[in-house]
């Protein structure tokens, strides 16, 4: 199994973007945005956002590293930026900043589920920071690519599950049970983060100057 899939990086691609993701996290912004929404008109939503999330973050996957080249950026750069980007993510799962949409009353109809839903709140900047690292450890390697391949296609399912059930998620769940599930999430995420950084300092002074 090792031999057609990197099991490892299989479940770090995986873990990583679950927490940045946060799928059950999603469930009370997804209930707001589709508020005034029918129940047919709440599945065909989260399809959608599960799409648009999905197109966004294996674009991003595929060409990042012609990008990174021609931007001339390392790969340890990339990364302390990288890990930036997630302890900012981190310290908004943990205190909350800027997770709930504001109502937009008498505004003009829009499409809710492509924006703010799709992108940035579902493919942020985190989430493609932490595919294309992930491109990067797969060094070009079949078993590396099924493994992000596989990795984003089941967080996105999740996404897509959570979003599909939201109504149950949240009753089981409550306020208070989200809001736990969302501060873990965001602690785990920071020690991802910190993680990322040491690595690329480390890296950086390998390299030297």
Known sequence: MSGVVDLTLLATTFFTLFVIMDPLGTVPVFLGLTSRMTAAQRRRAARQAT?????????????????????????????????????????????????QPEPEDGAAPVNVALVPLGTPL???????????????????????????????VAVHLCLWLAMRFSVVIHRVLRDSG????????GLLLAAIAVQLMADAVFALVEQGP
């Open 51 to 99: 799409a648009v999330a999905f197109g966004v973050i294996l674009v991003f996957s595929l060409f990042g590293q012609y990008i990174l080249s021609f931007l001339q950026i390392s790969l340890p750069a990339l990364q302390l930026s990288g890990g930036l980007l997630l302890l900012l993510v981190a310290m908004e799962l943990l205190m909350g900043w800027g997770r």
């Open 122 to 152: 579902l493919a942020g900047p985190g989430a493609i920071v932490a595919a294309m690292l992930a491109v990067q450890d797969a060094d070009g390697e079949v078993p590396g690519w099924v493994a992000i391949a596989v990795a984003l």
């Open 178 to 185: 989200t809001t736990l599930v969302t501060r873990l999430a």
